[in-house]
């Protein structure tokens, strides 16, 4: 099972970015995915979730009405979109596959002036 994550950057207060994660190893389109993060000192925390098929999502209360998580299951390819960003966005955001509890190895992002 292999989760790349992608798209993390510097971004300014109220600025927008997309974050994507490239799947392999496993029937991703069987699978419900999630978006977390962690902030330096933090614990980790829930973002987003999607089911398999895309038609069901949640989000954390902090990301509702801001972020959009969806999927291409013809790309094996999730994404954050996150619109709106605030400085207490500022994480690793991490991808996460309910087969085997699987996580990718996160992508910074920063959101400052």
């Known amino acids: 099972v292999q989760l790349v994550e992608s798209g993390g950057g510097l971004v300014q207060p109220g600025g927008s970015l997309r974050v994507s994660c490239v799947a392999s190893?496993?029937?991703?389109?069987?699978?419900?995915m999630s978006w977390y993060r962690q902030a330096s000192g933090k614990e980790r925390e829930l973002v987003a979730v999607?089911?398999?098929?895309?038609?069901?999502?949640y989000y954390s209360d902090s990301v509702k009405g801001r972020f959009t998580i969806s999927r291409d299951n013809s790309k094996n390819t999730m994404y954050l979109q996150m619109n709106s960003l605030k400085p207490e966005d500022t994480a690793v955001y991490f991808c996460?596959?309910?087969?085997?509890?699987?996580w990718g190895q996160g992508t910074q992002v920063t959101v400052s002036s």
């Open positions: 999607i089911n398999s098929n895309g038609v069901s999502t």
């Open positions: 996460y596959s309910y087969f085997r509890n699987s």
């Open positions: 190893g496993f029937t991703f389109s069987t699978y419900a």
